[in-house]
């Protein structure tokens, strides 16, 4: 019922600028919360910061300071800026959210992934 579109991924040298996209379509109500996730080769997914529908927001330790989190309501997009990346925030960055249905039903889903490398 809600399909994520994420882009903006790609290949940066340490202390350079991403910023990631993540658009949501379907039977949307409204948005609970979404938020970016990032999985490494050979590690568990893993939380990198979420926005509630009151605009809360909470990132991980590695990130703060480094990645801020928005979101245009109108466009159903959530955003994800990331700045002074280090070789340690490559993975596959995930989107995720929350979603009451037209139907006042819920569910959340995830997109299919964007890579960010990080090297020299």
């Known amino acids: 019922q809600v399909q994520l579109v994420e882009s903006g991924g790609g290949l940066v040298q340490p202390g350079g600028s991403l910023r990631l996209s993540c658009a949501a379509s379907?039977?949307?109500?409204?948005?609970?919360?979404m938020g970016w996730y990032r999985q490494a080769p050979g590690k568990q997914r893993e939380p990198v910061a979420t926005?509630?529908?009151?605009?809360?927001?909470n990132y991980a330790d590695s990130v703060k300071g480094r990645f801020t989190i928005s979101r245009d309501n109108a466009k159903n997009t959530v955003y994800l800026q990331m700045n002074s990346l280090k070789p340690e925030d490559t993975a596959v960055y995930y989107c995720?959210?929350?979603?009451?249905?037209?139907?006042?039903?819920?569910?959340?889903?995830w997109g299919q992934g964007t890579q960010v490398t990080v090297s020299s």
């Open positions: 995720n959210g929350r979603f009451t249905h037209i139907s006042r039903s819920y569910g959340r889903y």
């Open positions: 379907g039977s949307i109500f409204s948005i609970n919360d």
């Open positions: 926005i509630t529908s009151s605009g809360s927001t």
